[in-house]
């Protein structure tokens, strides 16, 4: 084989901006892992020759649609819907369909990136992809959002499927949304295939699927945890989000001895200095789930809660965090004053919530510090584990799903443990992510040679 000239750092992430122009999220995940990855990869020609880095950093296709549907006023709207199929070097795309306002090329992009390392070091057989659209389901009535996510369907079922491209949920995309998409895409096929996850019990769906992103963060923290030679019982924990993940991540560490003092939405955070216990939990779950109400009323409902407007919940002290919201939620200044508030150890439940000054910040504090790739891997995990189940035309116990579960997350941490542990003991989580996610796609791609 042919030497190569190695292209250093900074010079292939220009290309990145050179490339990408504008998108912010997708080149800052790149350089997240690319920093990591160069340093890895300094002495390994093959990986070097064959562009593998590069070649992960350019999704293999984006497809990019109009969404046209009808509101209850008889208006036609139209919206932008969009799928980023990122690589499946090393089994059919995977990853969650998120509408919202903020959805862009950009965000789905950096989300599928990440998405691949996040499903390689699972252990399962998941490439990575992502899709969505700037469509905004909240205030729109049932018989709305069924309208666009048939529309949407209409259009993407000819890009995805049981072997090809499995979506699941995200941001703005539940129960519901999947059961419209579902219902459209068995309609328009007629073929009834593991082609979504996340999906009802009734038709398909597997047990613990909605606990498990937050689930699995908490399994994560403790692992964490225990290198430290402590754990959860007795612990405060700050936690950002009231959706999904937040309340799932809420409830184990309750579980687990934890005491939960805030929840966050967008337009602010409570803090419940006498903790937020499970019968608090399941009150925030219907008021978002079912009510579709705002943090905001939580404070009014449980004496001694205080709701803090237009803020972020970092300032209050704490053991341990837990990131559940959105991108870039948790700033440098946040992760500071998380630090000076007793904070430990950070456990990322949402997608790269924590900005890359906030990374360097609690890297150079030596802080336990989980990023979303591996601490928010057991949604996408479980995810795996209703394809297995769909392929087989079968459903596993709840007792064997959350076992697999709490397996899939002790080796998650095994392996960024492995490539991550310094020679002075301190193990730096996000470059073991990174390496680890990295080496199994890879090594996958040499072995098809230039695809």
Known sequence: ????????????????????????????????????????IADKEEYHHYQILRRIAEPDRIISFRVCWEDDSHNIRVQRGWRVQNNNAIGPYKGGIRF??????????????????KNALTGLPMGGGKGGSNFNPKGKSDHE???????????????????????????GVGGREIGYMFGQYKRITNQFTGVLTGKGLEYGG???????????AVYFLQSMLKTRGTDLEGKTAVISGSG????????????????VL?????????????????????????HKTKRRGRISDYAREFNGATFHAGMTPWGVHCDVALPCATQNELLGMDARALIA????????????????????????????????KAANAGGVAVSGLEMSQNSERRAWKEAELQQLLLDIMEGIHDRCVAYGRADDGYIDYVKGANIAGFKKVADAMLAFGVV
């Not at 990408?20 to 990855?37: K, L």
């Not at 597997?206 to 699995?216: D, N």
């Open 1 to 40: 084989m042919a030497m190569t000239d190695h292209v250093d750092l900074s010079t292939f992430m220009e290309g990145v901006k050179k490339r990408n122009p504008g998108q912010t999220e997708f080149i800052q995940a790149v350089q997240e892992v690319a920093q990591d990855i160069y340093e890895f």
């Open 100 to 117: 919202h306002p903020s959805v862009t090329e950009s965000v789905l992009k950096f989300l599928a990136f990440e998405q691949t390392f």
């Open 145 to 171: 959002v069924m309208r666009f996510c048939q529309s949407f369907m209409t259009e993407l079922y000819r890009h995805v499927g049981a072997d090809v491209d499995v979506p699941a949920g995200d941001i």
């Open 206 to 216: 597997s047990l613990i699927r909605t606990e498990a992103t937050g689930y699995g």
């Open 244 to 259: 999904n993940v937040a309340t799932h991540a809420a409830e184990k560490v309750t579980q687990l001895g934890g005491k």
């Open 262 to 286: 805030t929840l966050s939405d967008s337009e602010g955070f409570i803090h419940d200095p006498d903790g937020i216990d499970q019968e608090k939990i399941d009150w925030v779950k219907a």
């Open 341 to 372: 508030g007793g904070c430990i150890a950070v456990a990322e439940g949402a997608n790269m919530p924590t900005n890359l000054e906030g990374v360097h910040v609690f890297k150079e504090a030596r802080i336990l510090f989980a990023p979303g």
